[in-house]
């Protein structure tokens, strides 16, 4: 089992930033890839960023690229997403999950709220 806790989000006015955090705890070692995942009111969850735990490889949703700085500290276990030049239409609950190198994201967070006034 990993246990995964976000923190970071709030309130930020359009154009501004936010880092959110991700605790893991339990088997870390069991990470293969990190993601952050959302879901906006009314909306279903979309991937939003992932990476891989050895190595660094990243992927990025169109939507966030340019925008969003998905990263890792090992010896912290923590998992980051730097948000720059946020958009109103970026307000959702944020999760981050994890999964290892065969399985399906199988592991998430209780989310944290992301809101961006225009």
């Known amino acids: 089992q990993v246990q995964l806790v976000e923190s970071g989000g709030g309130l930020v006015q359009a154009g501004g930033s936010l880092r959110l955090s991700c605790a893991a705890s339990g088997r870390t070692f069991s990470i293969y890839h990190m993601a952050w995942f959302r879901q906006a009111p009314g909306k279903g969850r979309e991937f939003v960023a992932s990476i891989r735990w050895s190595g660094g490889t990243t992927v990025y949703a169109d939507s966030v690229k340019g925008r969003f700085t998905i990263a890792r500290d090992d010896a912290k276990n923590t998992g980051y997403l730097q948000m720059n030049s946020l958009k109103p239409e970026d307000t959702a609950v944020y999760y981050c999950?994890?999964?290892?190198?065969?399985?399906?994201?199988?592991?998430w967070g209780q989310g944290t709220q992301v809101t961006v006034s225009s």
């Open positions: 999950a994890s999964r290892s190198q065969s399985g399906e994201y199988a592991f």
